[in-house]
T-cell receptor, first 111, second 111 residues
């Protein structure tokens, strides 16, 4: 059974800093790895999706990497802004469209 | 032009009642999902439908019954509501690119 762990559970950084969020998964036989953002009281917004054959994906200030052999993914956020404050969720995709989510990292970017 | 919509946004009801949550997507996706996010913010899949066929049914009480009248709709009906059913329920959909798009959520409170 797939288990996804995200560390740290919460992170507070000053504006402008670069930061890394970590995600680990127990079963390396994944189909893809997805990163989402959740704002308080809102639904999830997809940020990046990395297929199992890929090593990384980039979108603007975000870069996600995937190392299947070690069961790890990281989300790098460059030049953080207060608007980046949210909970970031990592999800490991298996066959049959199933996603297993971590519990998330709550990020606070201090102006 | 909302991609994935859910109604209602809030639902407050008494124990023992039966209620439904509706979900619609206008993205032309073939696959739709229901997720439950508990009080600790842990997000877990409940059901997945592909082309109106059930493909994932996690360990969910049979009081929960999904219904998909067509590819654009996946409704969730809950019988005999219990206190432990209180949570936020998210609908999502995905297409060929695998990225899942989430609705805004329905906060269910059972009194």
């Amino acid at each position: 059974k797939q288990e996804v762990t995200q560390i740290p559970a919460a992170l507070s950084v000053p504006e402008g800093e670069n930061l890394v969020l970590n995600c680990s998964f127990t079963d390396s036989a994944i189909y893809n790895l997805q990163w989402f953002r959740q704002d308080p009281g809102k639904g999830l917004t997809s940020l990046l999706l990395i297929q199992s054959s890929q090593r990384e994906q980039t979108s603007g200030r975000l870069n996600a990497s995937l190392d299947k052999s070690s069961g790890r993914s990281t989300l790098y956020i460059a030049a953080s802004q207060p608007g980046d404050s949210a909970t970031y969720l990592c999800a490991a995709g298996a066959g049959s469209y199933q996603l297993t989510f971590g519990k998330g990292t709550k990020l606070s970017v201090i102006p | 032009d909302t991609a994935v919509s859910q109604t209602p946004k809030y639902l407050v009801t008494q124990m023992g009642n039966d209620k439904s949550i509706k979900c619609e997507q206008n993205l032309g996706h073939d696959t739709m999902y229901w997720y439950k996010q508990d009080s600790k913010k842990f997000l877990k899949i409940m059901f997945s439908y592909n082309n109106k066929e059930l493909i994932i049914n996690e360990t969910v009480p049979n009081r929960f019954s999904p219904k998909s009248p067509d590819k654009a709709h996946l409704n969730l009906h809950i019988n005999s509501l219990e206190l432990g059913d209180s949570a936020v329920y998210f609908c999502a959909s995905s297409g060929q690119a695998d990225t899942q798009y989430f609705g805004p959520g329905t906060r269910l409170t059972v009194l």
